[in-house]
């Protein structure tokens, strides 16, 4: 694992959802303190607000490219291409691994009803969810993408 990978898994065991895990873990690299890290990605908990869509940690990850490769210019189309290009790469890298990145299909879960109320996270909880792996992919993932443009 790279430490990154083990940044996120260790946030995740403290209560970060899985988008707080895999973003906050690349504070070093975005530049962005913990606190700010962890309320600018709160939202994509549990496939954003638990609503099971795209996995938190393949969010978390999106979230982290923007901050290193985003595109401020809003008037030249190629940057946006590239972004979105690059983002979506790694969201079909993400699902190559475990076959989707929509949070409720990752869960197994089949007939989803909202609640917004986080499950307590037992010993339990983590033996039973897929989350830990999916955050150290993300984060692999991330770590990859930052080698290559070194």
């Keep these: 694992m790279t430490p ?3 940044k996120a898994v260790e946030l995740f065991r403290k209560g970060c959802n899985c988008s707080q ?4 873990a690349f504070s070093d690299v975005t ?3 913990e606190k700010t890290a962890l309320r600018m990605s709160s939202s994509f908990g549990g496939g954003l607000g638990r609503l099971r869509e795209v996995c938190g940690a393949v969010s978390g990850m999106s979230l982290a ?3 290193l490769w985003g595109y401020d210019n809003i008037e030249d189309k190629s940057f946006k291409t590239e972004h979105y290009a690059l983002v979506a790469g790694m969201a079909h890298r993400f699902s190559d691994i475990f076959g989707s990145y929509i949070c409720k299909e990752l869960l197994g879960l089949k007939n989803y009803e909202y609640s917004p109320v986080a499950e307590d996270r037992t010993s339990e909880y ?6 830990e792996k999916c955050i150290a992919a993300a984060a692999r993932i991330l770590d990859e993408e930052i080698e290559k443009r070194k």
Excluded: K, M, S, W
């Design 21 to 24: 895990a895999v973003f906050t």
């Design 65 to 67: 490219a923007g901050i």
């Design 31 to 33: 530049g962005i303190d």
């Design 4 to 6: 990154h990978e083990q």
């Design 126 to 131: 983590y033996l039973n969810r897929p989350c």
